[in-house]
């Protein structure tokens, strides 16, 4: 924790973070983000509406916060779709080698053949707009990655004295992966994640603004700019706002992800 708090940006990302995580948990409080307000429309910051009104007299800060809600639960839930199945499959592949390694790493070479948001997009199209397409398609579409990574990881510690030594004392396979392999191999995993968060919720924002992802009246970053299109010279705050929480969403993720892996990095100076 010393060492995490010294970099002075990381609890900058940490302090963003904890507030754009609060502003989704307390969402209720900012107001329906459906309420509409038709004598306030396109209005500008106010006592009454700190960030304004859109077209349709509803309370921008409103919809913020819960378009939050609905960025959060895509980023997390991708992520952990992400890990729940490339995890064991970067360890069967960099354990077991052979045919194992080879089925799974060509597989992981073809999806990493699209990008991610133009994967994310294609299946989000074939399976339909709703939130939980969009997450289901953001996390294969995130998969490579936890593969890849997980793999290299296991690679390096299949050779380390302590699992040759469980080997000799007879340990099983399940208990040598378990208790000697993915302990070790969790740092760069979470350093991942933290890298993968911010993209899928750039991801969902992308999707949502296509009109592949959440649709309305629910509330979503994406759809907040996708609206603002047709305003940005009446009313060019409705683009801002929204185009903001993203950047400040991303960025957050981004710092504490290089916070911790400069701290969980076995090389850096206490």
């Known amino acids: 924790m010393r060492r995490f708090l010294r970099r002075r940006l990381s609890v900058f990302g940490l302090a963003v973070l904890v507030l754009i995580v609060a502003l989704a948990l307390f969402a209720p409080v900012f107001g329906d983000p459906g309420a509409n307000d038709f004598a306030a429309v ?3 910051p106010s006592a009454q509406h700190p960030l304004g009104t859109d077209d349709l007299g509803r309370d921008t800060l409103a919809r913020i916060a819960h378009g939050a809600r609905v960025s959060m639960q ?3 839930l991708a992520t952990l779709l992400a890990m729940a199945v490339g995890v064991p499959l970067g360890l ?6 052979g045919w194992a390694d080879l089925v799974i790493s060509r597989t992981t070479d073809l ?16 399976l339909g707009p709703s939130l939980r397409n969009v997450v289901i398609a953001l996390g294969i579409s995130a998969l490579p990655s936890f593969i890849r990574v997980t793999r290299g990881e296991v690679l390096g510690l299949r050779e380390q004295d302590y699992v040759a030594g469980a080997i000799a004392d007879g340990a099983r396979d399940v208990r040598i992966l378990r208790r000697y392999i993915l302990p070790n191999a969790i740092s760069p995993l979470l350093v991942q994640a933290t890298v993968t968060i911010p993209e899928a919720i750039i991801g969902e ?13 629910t509330p979503s970053w994406g759809t907040m700019l996708s609206a603002a299109q047709s305003f940005l010279s009446q009313a060019p705050l409705l683009a801002v706002f929204p185009g903001v929480a993203i950047a400040l969403a991303a960025l957050s ?7 911790l892996r400069d701290t969980l990095d076995p090389k850096a100076t206490r």
């Open 253 to 259: 993720f981004n710092l504490v992800g290089d916070g």
């Open 111 to 126: 999806l990493l053949a699209f990008p991610f948001l133009i994967l994310a997009v294609g299946l989000a199209a074939i």
């Open 42 to 44: 396109l209005q500008p």
């Open 92 to 97: 069967i592949a960099g354990y077991y080698r």
């Open 74 to 76: 895509a980023g997390v």
């Open 205 to 217: 924002s992308v999707l949502s603004f296509l009109g592949l992802g959440v649709q309305p009246p």
